[in-house]
């Protein structure tokens, strides 16, 4: 079992930047893909970036590539967001998932989930 607490969301300004965090906790394993998920009211949950943990790899939607970044810090089981010139179609919950799917961009790929995080972006 893998349990997700993600952190850092809130109200920021178009053009703002936002980090978000997720850290894990419970049996982890360097194989697993960290993704990151977001879900507007009325949308579908959507693929927003994920990375590898042991080869280093990151994948991006089309809609964030160039302004979001996904990182981690193996060592304290964490994952991060970085998000920069938001939009206020980024506003939405952003989640936090696990899986062992190589890149994996589906909800189905992934096994474990956080609570969310809402992320608000004004105009």
């Known amino acids: 079992q893998v349990q997700l607490v993600e952190s850092g969301g809130g109200l920021v300004q178009a053009g703002g930047s936002l980090r978000l965090s997720c850290a894990a906790s419970g049996r982890t394993f360097s194989s697993y893909t960290m993704g990151w998920f977001r879900q507007a009211p009325g949308k579908e949950r959507e693929f927003t970036a994920a990375i590898s943990w042991s080869a280093s790899n990151t994948y991006y939607a089309d809609s964030v590539k160039g302004r979001f970044t996904i990182s981690r810090h193996n060592a304290k089981n964490t994952v991060y967001l970085q998000m920069n010139s938001l939009k206020p179609e980024d506003t939405a919950v952003y989640y936090c998932?696990?899986?062992?799917?190589?890149?994996?961009?589906?909800?189905?790929?992934?096994?474990?989930w956080g609570q969310g995080t809402q992320v608000t972006v004004s105009s």
């Open positions: 998932a696990a899986g062992l799917r190589r890149r994996a961009r589906a909800t189905d790929e992934y096994d474990y």
